[in-house]
């Protein structure tokens, strides 16, 4: 039996910056039908990884917690990419998601960013990459992990982060 499973992506980040970074390096493997759901809890850093990957899509950079209107549009400004920006923390679920015909904007169009992923992932209908940040303090912990199949992509962010020389552990 073979194992095709992809080992996450670990690093430190000790700053706020360092994470926007890594939203930025991260945004530069993403193209229109991607999605990432992004977890942790509140105040992990999700829409702070948000603001770095509107940014390396070329989104004005006013990237704010979508939390009372569930979708931010981002129309690109640079890479030709849309970028849209969910926070599905008030949602029950993806039933709630689908009723609501959020999943609309999962037909490819641009890159999807869902804050609270998981609680929607049912909802979801391609291989997500996931990120999950944890920790307390400055201090995060943030693991992204692609889809099965997809090693050259964590191959491509892992030299882009070596490069930047990005002083995560
Ligand atoms: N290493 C870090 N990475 C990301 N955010 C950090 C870090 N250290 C401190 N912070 C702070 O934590 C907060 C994260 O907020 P936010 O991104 O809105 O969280 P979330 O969207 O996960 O609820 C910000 O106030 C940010 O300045
Ligand atoms: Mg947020």
């Not at 209107?69 to 949602?91: A, K, M, N, Q």
């Not at 999962?106 to 992923?117: H, L």
């Not at 391609?126 to 943030?142: A, E, F, N, Y």
Request: hydrophobic share 40%; net charge negative; with cysteine.
């Amino acid at each position: 039996m073979t194992d095709d499973s992809i080992l996450p992506i670990e690093l430190i980040s000790a700053t706020p910056e360092s994470t926007e970074r890594l939203g930025k390096l991260l945004a530069a493997e993403l193209r229109p039908g991607d999605i990432v759901l992004l977890d942790g809890d509140l105040g992990a850093g999700k829409t702070v990884m948000t603001r770095g990957i509107a940014y390396g899509l070329g989104a004005k950079p006013n990237v704010v917690s979508p939390t009372y209107t569930l979708v931010i549009e981002h129309p690109s400004t640079g890479t030709g990419i849309d970028l849209f920006h969910f926070d599905v923390y008030r949602l029950s679920g993806a039933e709630e998601f689908l009723h609501s015909g959020l999943d609309e904007y999962f037909d490819g169009r641009g890159v999807c960013v869902v804050e609270w992923g998981e609680k929607i992932s049912e909802a979801v209908p391609i291989d997500p990459i996931r990120v999950l940040i944890t920790g307390t303090g400055s201090q995060r912990k943030i693991l992204i992990s692609f889809p099965v199949g997809q090693s050259a992509r964590k191959d491509r962010l892992v030299k882009r982060i070596l490069e930047n020389d990005m002083n995560f552990k």
